[in-house]
């Protein structure tokens, strides 16, 4: 469903801040692949994230999802076709509009606009019962602003808003790091959720080993702009946090290792 064939990147080229984020690396996913990413700072798993969703442009190779090229296509254009989560909650989410305003602009997204904006009936009560899916009361607050909300409620509902239209990809960045453990849990188990039941194909990008093991069919570990590891199936489910640990280490020594990636 998503190819992504010798993909290179270097930001800042030719000055001394110059770093090659990608160093050619090369992916599918198949419809239905719920894949993790883990690695160390730098590795580059948020920049291969990026090109996908459009944020920056490959320096070669190329991107297909459907089997359509999308390696030029603009981040809006790309929008259409895949939901977001950022690591900041604040990210998703208009701070000034109500929560059934913000449910509106996701719901309508890559669809023919028109001069009309206020929320339909129907559409308020398609949301109302999405937002009961959360748990969280949210479905009784519809005209709250989202400003008023905590960061745990603000994520909960951008990834509500992500997969309001089942995107043919799902791109998760980490989007729990900045949550509390409860509801970061909370919004896991949220997402695994709404992945099993629309059966999307998600791309989740994260620092937390358990969740990487615990969460999705694949996981891929990068180490310094390249794929140096991967596993799937009953060998991932197999897996144990050391076992991951072991293969950081063979990959490239202890010191690789980051303090978030060793305390999550």
């Given at each position: 469903m998503l190819e992504v064939k010798n993909i290179a990147k270097t930001f800042n080229p030719g000055q001394i801040t110059e770093r090659k984020a990608l160093k050619g690396v090369s992916l599918t996913l198949n419809d239905g692949d719920f894949v993790t990413v883990i690695g160390g700072n730098g590795a580059g798993k948020s920049t291969l994230l990026n090109l996908i969703a459009g944020v920056h442009s490959?320096?070669?190779?190329?991107?297909?999802?459907?089997?359509?090229?999308?390696?030029?296509?603009?981040?809006?254009?790309?929008?259409?076709?895949?939901?977001?989560?950022?690591?900041?909650?604040?990210?998703?989410?208009?701070?000034?509009?109500?929560?059934?305003?913000?449910?509106?602009?996701?719901?309508?997204?890559?669809?023919?606009?028109?001069?009309?904006?206020?929320?339909?009936?129907?559409?308020?009560?398609?949301?109302?019962?999405?937002?009961?899916?959360?748990?969280?009361?949210?479905?009784?607050?519809?005209?709250?602003?989202?400003?008023?909300?905590?960061?745990?409620?603000?994520?909960?509902?951008?990834?509500?808003?992500?997969?309001?239209?089942?995107?043919?990809?799902?791109?998760?960045?980490?989007?729990?790091?900045?949550?509390d453990p409860k509801t970061a849990k909370?919004?896991?188990?949220?997402?695994?959720?709404?992945?099993?039941?629309?059966?999307?194909?998600?791309?989740?990008?994260?620092?937390n080993m358990r969740d990487a093991i615990r969460y999705g069919n694949r996981l891929i570990m990068m180490l310094d702009g390249r794929i140096v590891y991967e596993v799937s199936g009953e060998e991932k489910k197999n897996l144990e946090v050391k076992d991951l640990l072991e293969k950081f280490q063979v990959s490239a020594g202890v010191d690789s290792l980051s303090d978030k990636m060793l305390l999550s």
């Open positions: 490959c320096d070669s190779g190329a991107i297909l999802l459907d089997g359509k090229n999308i390696t030029n296509i603009k981040e809006h254009e790309r929008a259409k076709y895949l939901g977001r989560v950022f690591q900041d909650p604040m990210m998703g989410t208009a701070a000034s509009m109500q929560i059934e305003e913000n449910l509106a602009l996701a719901y309508r997204r890559g669809k023919r606009r028109t001069l009309r904006w206020g929320v339909t009936n129907s559409e308020r009560a398609i949301f109302k019962e999405s937002l009961s899916k959360l748990e969280l009361g949210l479905e009784d607050r519809m005209a709250s602003r989202v400003g008023l909300l905590s960061g745990g409620q603000r994520q909960a509902l951008t990834l509500l808003m992500a997969v309001l239209q089942k995107p043919r990809l799902l791109l998760l960045d980490e989007h729990t790091a900045a949550l909370k919004v896991l188990e949220l997402t695994e959720f709404f992945v099993r039941r629309d059966n999307l194909t998600t791309f989740m990008v994260t620092h």
